[in-house]
């Protein structure tokens, strides 16, 4: 819960209706189309239902900014994100993708029928949308209340299993095939990365593989976000907290506009691009 201040809640409900009036109008002129064109047996072509699913992005867009301007406009902000934001409003409105590379690159990681931890899950987006498909089980924990409550509401499937947990002191036992570990690793510190990393390495079977997220810090010296606690510099940088736990380690980066990405692969067996993938060819 979070106190509204007058001005916001003026702002965005103007916003809001505005959309909506767009969306009511074209929904309105499609629906007279298609009842003109079925009674009278006429043709109809595309556009008007193409300006209705504008108007329905709009309307979405709309609605997903309410949402990230509550979220991170007004205290306290989260440490977790709804990645339906970026789906239904960043991803075109900033024409920015690079939040679809963590589920990309982290599906070039997973064991057939994989059986997958995911730690500091956040929202579930990416178990859902990228990791589940590929699983046999996930079993997905985020350390926040709301986060698990969102995601086990908007991102379930029967393959995923939702938990509340805090990886540096109650990190699920057993033995998995992947590791996920996506935007997370810059919330600890470096001592807490150490044992996490150890826990981490006893989870994982022989050919197990840790992959994840992260990104280098601003050139200032400045965090992107005041929770994160341990930023990188570099790839080297991070592969130095991967090293002392794995026998093969690569980390790669991805650089836009506005970010600075960082991806990892650590295992003691083969990971995706070694000279011999079997997922790959090179000639």
Partial sequence: MKQIPPEFAKALTG????????YIAAAQKAIDALQGAGA???QMDSSVLAELTSAARALS??????????????????EWFDHYID???????????YWVERGVYGILALSPQADVLEL??????????????????MTCVDFEEEAIRHASTYNAAPNITHLQADIRTDMPEGRFTNIIWDA???HFTEEEIAAI???????????????GHTLVERGDGSKHLHQHEREFTSMADLASFLTPYFANVRVFETIHPARHNLYFYASDSGLPFDADWKHGLRS
């Avoid at 789906?87 to 993708?97: G, T, V």
């Avoid at 956040?122 to 046999?136: K, L, R, S, T, V």
Wanted: charged letters at 15%; one cysteine or more.
């Fill in 15 to 22: 916003h809001l209706l505005g959309a909506s009036n767009i």
């Fill in 40 to 42: 009278q047996g006429m």
């Fill in 184 to 186: 997370a690793i810059e």
């Fill in 197 to 211: 990393m150890a826990g981490i390495k006893a989870r994982l079977g022989t050919e197990g593989i840790l992959s």
């Fill in 87 to 97: 789906q239904h409003l960043q991803f075109r409105r900033d024409q920015n993708s």
């Fill in 61 to 78: 867009g709309a609605v997903h900014g309410a949402k990230f301007a509550y979220d991170w406009q007004l205290h306290p902000t989260p």
């Fill in 120 to 137: 500091c899950c956040g929202d579930g987006f990416n178990a859902f949308h990228f990791y589940a498909p590929f699983c046999a089980k």
